[in-house]
């Protein structure tokens, strides 16, 4: 069988690939078991995307912070059976989902050939899986990130078709970037009601700040670098819903609305002023978090590159 010697630091865990991993026609047991206790494939894939949306982390041991006080079993289940649109009656319960998640699995990009990648499925305590120390980062620090080594690790669970690694990761990109693109919507917005909301209520020299010009100027722009970053996020999302060839639209999305939520977080911040860098208030933590946008899914330098290939090819 082939082995997997990887000793770079890499997530640990990718939730942004469970879609791909079902399109490459993966039979996990892990919802292959979920289906057979509900017998409902929608319910026990959506079961499985929350967990690994939620507690990915836990593919590989490690531990967010926080969480150990939850019971994640019943609550991704309760949220499910409550989802929009699904409102299922089944008798799965948490110890039910606790005990098949023990089967999870983590996808491995790794190089069988001298030109060529492949995807593997490397399961949870296999031998020479080892996970590092967790890094400590500036933002997003409710997920953990953590160093993962294999060491002659078997790789005896291959993922789709040996050698078509680049091709998958490209339609996993793709999708991961539009993601991101939301992901930096969602901070952008964040930041922009709460620079509103203190513009109105800051007073200075006898009125609010946001009748300021100089205020203004700041929420207009941030206004604008939103809603053009949201449409163009929608515009990728659809074309991603109908199958469309979406690998320059993503990236387009993705390097707009990160870089645009980038501009929208530091412009709140200077609507703070000097509460802008104080942890009393939320803006110090989106201008952090938002960095991961940034970098996340391509930076922004290697998107400008692959949009200017796909115009010139």
Same mark, same amino acid.
């Given at each position: 069988?082939?082995?997997?010697?990887?000793?770079? /630091?890499?997530?640990?865990?990718?939730?942004?690939?469970? =879609?791909?991993?079902?399109?490459?026609?993966?039979? =996990?047991?892990?919802?292959?078991?979920?289906?057979a206790l509900t017998g409902n494939p929608r319910f026990a894939w959506d079961c499985y995307r929350r967990f690994v949306a939620m507690y990915g982390d836990v593919v590989l041991g490690c531990k967010p912070e926080g969480k150990d006080e939850v019971d994640p079993f019943e609550e991704i289940?309760?949220?499910? %059976?409550?989802? %929009?649109?699904v409102h299922i009656d089944t008798e799965l319960t948490a110890e039910d989902l606790q005990g098949l998640v023990g089967k999870f699995k983590a996808a491995v990009l790794a190089r069988t050939g001298?030109?060529?990648?492949?995807?593997?499925?490397?399961? %949870?305590?296999?031998?020479?899986?080892?996970?590092g120390r967790g890094i400590d980062k500036m933002g997003v620090r409710s997920s953990v990130t953590s160093e993962v080594s294999f060491n002659e690790t078997p790789?005896?669970?291959?993922?789709?078709?040996? !050698?078509?690694?680049?091709?998958?990761?490209?339609?996993?990109?793709?999708?991961?970037?539009?993601?991101?693109?939301?992901?930096?919507?969602?901070?952008?917005?964040?930041?922009?009601?709460?620079?509103?909301?203190y513009a109105k209520e800051r007073v200075q020299f006898g009125?609010?700040?946001a009748r300021f010009q100089a205020v203004q100027a700041h929420l207009a722009d941030m206004a604008v670098d939103l809603e053009a970053a949201r449409r163009l996020t929608w515009w990728a999302a659809w074309r991603s819903d109908q199958g469309l060839p979406n690998d320059d639209e993503a990236g387009m999305a993705k390097l707009f609305a990160s870089e645009a939520a980038l501009r929208v977080c530091d412009r709140a911040a200077r609507v703070f002023a000097s509460y802008g860098f104080a942890k009393e208030y939320?803006?110090?933590?989106?201008?952090?978090?938002?960095?991961?946008?940034?970098? !996340?899914? !391509?930076?922004?330098?290697?998107? %400008?590159?692959?949009?200017?290939? /796909?115009?010139?090819?």
């Open positions: 069988p082939l082995l997997v010697s990887v000793r770079s /630091g890499a997530r640990a865990s990718m939730p942004g690939m469970m =879609d791909t991993i079902l399109n490459l026609g993966l039979n =996990d047991t892990t919802v292959q078991g979920m289906i289940l309760e949220e499910t %059976k409550h989802a %929009k649109g001298a030109k060529e990648l492949s995807f593997f499925l490397v399961e %949870k305590g296999a031998a020479g899986l080892e996970v790789a005896t669970c291959l993922l789709g078709e040996r !050698g078509q690694g680049f091709a998958y990761l490209r339609e996993i990109l793709a999708e991961i970037r539009v993601v991101t693109a939301a992901l930096a919507l969602g901070v952008a917005r964040a930041a922009l009601a709460e620079a509103i909301a009125q609010p700040i939320p803006v110090e933590r989106y201008l952090r978090d938002v960095r991961f946008t940034l970098i !996340g899914g !391509g930076t922004s330098e290697i998107l %400008k590159i692959n949009i200017a290939r /796909g115009l010139t090819r």
